[in-house]
């Protein structure tokens, strides 16, 4: 019984250790920068930079499946798969397109152009100079799943039609914690809008 109890206080302390270090992680990580233009009981509206990304198209429309792979794909880059064999810091969100096709998409940290950032080893990789854009946002906690994402979605549909609010349906799901990150955890559905209806707000 005295081994058992070590055992599970050994347990407990190290999985308190490894979601204080993912908090310090966290902080020190470079998010996607955007200014709230408008917050509302369901969802805010906002304007998202400019800024270069890398992706990767998958050939499904399910979270769950395009997710570990993507995942994997843009991560061996970052980690290394290059030309250069150069790390580049890891950024967020994750984001990910709502499509037939989802893209997996990982913000490049902005020290970097298209010019400077190693090639990739793996052709599927692309750059992507997302424009400036004007969002709504929805957000949710603990861990995503395509019956979760499709949720949120929904609830954001009808959140804007409430307020009258057009979009270009154009979706994407943002995730901002690593999968062993249990407290705080971050979840969005944003989908693109008319920057000139929103300029009338």
């Known amino acids: 019984m ?35 233009l408008k917050t509302y009981t369901d969802f805010e509206l906002r304007s998202y930079e400019a800024r270069l990304f890398t ?14 792979r993507g995942f994997s794909i843009l991560a061996g880059y970052i980690f290394g798969g290059n030309e250069q064999k150069q790390k580049i810091a890891m950024t967020t969100p994750v984001a990910m397109s ?3 096709s989802m893209t997996m998409m990982f913000m490049v940290p902005k020290e970097y152009t298209q ?7 793996r052709s599927e990789i692309k750059f992507s100079e997302e424009p400036a854009k ?21 609830k954001l549909l009808v959140a804007l039609a409430a307020e009258g609010i057009e ?17 705080n955890r971050r979840n969005e559905v944003i989908v693109e809008l008319d ?3 929103i300029a009338k707000e």
């Not at 992706?55 to 570990?68: E, F, P, R």
């Not at 957000?139 to 019956?147: K, L, Q």
């Open 167 to 183: 979009h270009t349906n154009k979706f994407y799901f943002l995730g901002y914690n690593a999968p062993f990150e249990a407290i």
């Open 2 to 36: 005295k081994t058992i109890v070590v055992l599970l206080g050994i347990i407990l302390f190290i999985g308190i250790a490894i979601q204080l270090y993912a908090m310090t992680q966290q902080k020190n990580t470079e998010t996607y920068p955007y200014k709230v």
């Open 98 to 100: 709502l499509e037939d």
């Open 195 to 197: 920057p000139e209806q």
């Open 115 to 121: 010019e400077t950032l190693p090639q990739p080893d």
């Open 55 to 68: 992706t990767v198209k998958l050939a499904s429309d399910s979270y769950k499946a395009a997710s570990n």
């Open 134 to 154: 004007t969002v709504a946002a929805i957000r949710f906690g603990g861990w995503a799943s395509d019956e979760r994402i499709a949720e949120y979605k929904e």
